[in-house]
C-alpha cells in the first residue's frame, strides 16, 4: 500500500466520522425537539396536564370542631408556592375552613380569606381568595394575564363537576368566546356545571385565566371571573374579611412576557376530523309501547362473522335498520347487564371494521387530553377529549319509598297513609301498621328510620319487621322510586336528557364531546381514525361516558364463540 493510498483512506474515513456524526447529531435534535412539540391527537402537551393537574384541588366546608362536612363541594386552584388559593365568592365565607383535596388523593385544610361581593343579589364579581394551613412549598400552577387572551383561543378547564363520584379533576377543553363581556367575564365554551364552581380556566400554555363562575343555559356559555381581576385585588383579597365595595387601593396588573408566544398557539388551525371506516348504524325498535332510536357499531370477527353493538337498555323489541326502502332485520344475540351492551346480528352486512384492526391498549391517565370524535352518521361527527381515563363507575344511589305516608305515634314510625299501587300495598302491609326493624336495624323511632332510609335505594329489598296490633310480623318490601323533582339549574336541561342508564359501569372513560342520549352506541375514534371505545351514556351536563376499547374486544371475544 502507497503512502498516497493511505493517506486518501485516512482523511475518507474522517470525512466519514464527521458526516456520520453531524447526522446522528441532527437525528438526535430532531428526535427532542419531536418529542417537546404538542402530538397532533393532543391538543395540550401532557406535561402541561401534569404540572397544572396538580394544583386543581376539590374542597368543601367543614366544621372547624368536629371536621364533618357542611357545605357543597366546589373547586380551586393554587397559584402560588405558600398556598394560596384562588376560587370563586359564592362558594366561600371568610374565616371558615375546607377540607382540600389533591388530585392524588391527599388531604389538607384551607383558611378562607378575602371575599369581593358588590352586588348580593348576583354575587359580583365573585371573587375571593384562600390559604392552605400548613408548611409547603404546594403544588401551584402559574397565573397567566386575561388581558393577553383573545377570541376563538384554546382554553381548557381542569375541576371538579358535583354529580362525578370520584376525587379525580375532570378534563374539558373550549375556545374564548368573548373576551370581557358587559359585567366583567371571560365567556368560554369550556363547559361546565355545578361542583366547577372556582375551577381554573386555563390558556393554551397551562397557566390560569379565569375561575368558574356560571353558566347560561344549557351546554352554552359558561362564564369565568378573569385573573386580572385577582391581580388587581391580590392585597385586599388576603385579609379574612368580606369585602361589600371595590378597593380604592389595586395592585399593579403588569404585563405578559409570552403573549407573542401565546398569540402564535391560537393562530394554528383546529384539529383535522380523522379519516375511518367506522358508519354508525341507527336502529329502531319498540321499547315500553314506543318507537326508539338507537345508534350501533358494526365489528367483523376472527371467524368471519359480523356483530352490531349498542346500549343494551334502549334496543326493546322488534330492532331493525332501515336504508333507504330496505328494512334489516336484527336478532338479539347478547345482553350483558353490567356493561349495558348488546350484541345484534343481521343476514345484512353492514360497513364495519375487522376486530384484528383494533388496537388492545387500555385507556390509561397517559390519554387524558386525547383529541377525540364520536361518528354519528351522515358525516356527522362531534368533538371532544378524554378528560379522565378508564374508571370503574358506581351505582349511584337513587333514594326509595314506601309508597306510604308515616308519623312516630307512641315512639314507633306508623303508617298513616298507604299508596293502593305502591311498594308498601305489594308487601302487604296496611295504614296502622308499626315499623319495628328493617333489615334487622332498629326504627323504633322517626329519626331512626329516617337514617337507616338514607343507606338504601330504590330497588332494594328489605326485610321488615311490623306490629299489627299485638302480633309482630314480617313481610319483604321492595323499594320504589322516591320522584324526586330535579334542580332547575340550565346544567340540567340538557337536550333529549340525560340517559335512563348511566351509572354502575366496570370501566368507562369520560368525554366532553355533548353526545345526546340517543347518540350512544356510537364509535369513538381518535384524529388517525383508530377505535377508542364506544358511547354509553349521556352522564351529566359536561360528562359522556364511553366504554373503552379493550372492555369492547373482551365482550367481543365471548360474542364470537357463540357464532
Known sequence: MTANFKKFSATAILQYLIVWTILCLVNCFSY????????????????????????????????????????????????????????????????????????????????????????????????????????????????????????????????????????????????????????????????MEPGDSGGPLFDALGRVIGLHSRIDGAEGINFEVPINSYRSYWQSLTNPVAIS?????????????????????????????????FQPIQISSTLDGDSILILGTAFNLG???????????????????????????????????????AALVSDHQFPSVDVSKVARQSISDSFVGLNLWSLLGDDQ??????????????????????????????????LTKVDSMGAAARAGLRVGDRMLTLNNRDVSSAIKI???????????????????GAADLYTNVILSNWSVRENPHPANNIPKGK????????????????????????????????FIGLNIARFSHTACLAIPRDTILAFLSTVEHML
Open 381 to 414: 361527527r362531534k368533538f371532544g377529549v378524554l378528560g379522565m381515563s378508564s374508571q370503574t363507575f358506581p351505582r349511584l344511589p337513587v333514594p326509595g319509598t314506601f309508597d306510604a305516608q308515616m308519623q312516630e305515634i307512641e315512639g314507633l314510625p306508623t
Open 303 to 341: 371467524n368471519n362473522k359480523q356483530v352490531i353493538l349498542s346500549k343494551s337498555s334502549l334496543i326493546g323489541e322488534a330492532p331493525i335498520v332501515k336504508i333507504g326502502n330496505r328494512i334489516h332485520v336484527l336478532r338479539i344475540l347478547l345482553r350483558d347487564e353490567k356493561s349495558d351492551l
Open 32 to 191: 427532542c425537539f419531536a418529542q417537546t412539540k404538542k402530538s397532533a391527537d393532543q391538543e395540550i402537551p401532557r406535561s402541561i396536564i401534569e404540572q397544572v393537574q396538580a394544583a386543581s384541588i376539590k374542597m368543601f366546608g367543614i366544621d372547624s370542631v368536629s371536621g364533618q362536612q357542611n357545605s357543597a363541594p366546589f373547586s380551586g386552584v393554587i397559584v402560588r408556592s405558600d398556598g394560596s388559593i384562588l376560587t370563586v365568592a359564592h362558594s366561600t365565607q371568610p374565616g371558615n375552613f375546607y377540607r382540600v383535596i389533591f388530585s392524588d388523593g391527599t388531604q389538607g385544610i384551607a383558611k378562607a380569606l378575602g371575599r369581593l361581593v358588590v352586588d348580593q343579589q348576583s354575587n359580583l364579581p365573585d371573587i375571593a381568595m384562600m390559604k392552605m394551613l400548613g408548611q409547603g412549598p404546594w403544588p401551584y400552577a402559574e397565573m397567566g394575564w386575561s388581558s393577553s387572551i383573545t377570541e376563538n383561543q384554546l382554553c381548557f378547564g381542569l375541576s371538579y363537576p358535583e354529580t362525578l363520584p370520584f376525587n379525580i379533576p375532570f378534563l374539558r377543553t373550549g375556545r374564548i368566546l368573548k373576551k370581557l363581556d358587559n359585567f366583567g367575564f371571560i365567556q368560554s365554551s369550556s363547559i
Open 450 to 468: 329516617n337514617a337507616v332510609m338514607q343507606q338504601f335505594s330504590a330497588g332494594d329489598t328489605l326485610q321488615v319487621q311490623y306490629r299489627r
Open 499 to 530: 340517559s335512563v342508564r348511566r351509572d354502575n359501569f366496570l370501566r368507562v372513560f369520560l368525554h366532553d364531546s355533548r353526545i345526546h342520549a340517543d347518540e350512544c352506541g356510537s364509535p369513538v375514534v381518535d384524529s388517525k381514525g383508530n
Open 245 to 277: 365595595s371595590y378597593p380604592v387601593s389595586t395592585d399593579s396588573i403588569g404585563k405578559d412576557p409570552q403573549q407573542k408566544k401565546l398569540i402564535q398557539l391560537g393562530i394554528k388551525k383546529p384539529a383535522k376530523h380523522p379519516k375511518t371506516n
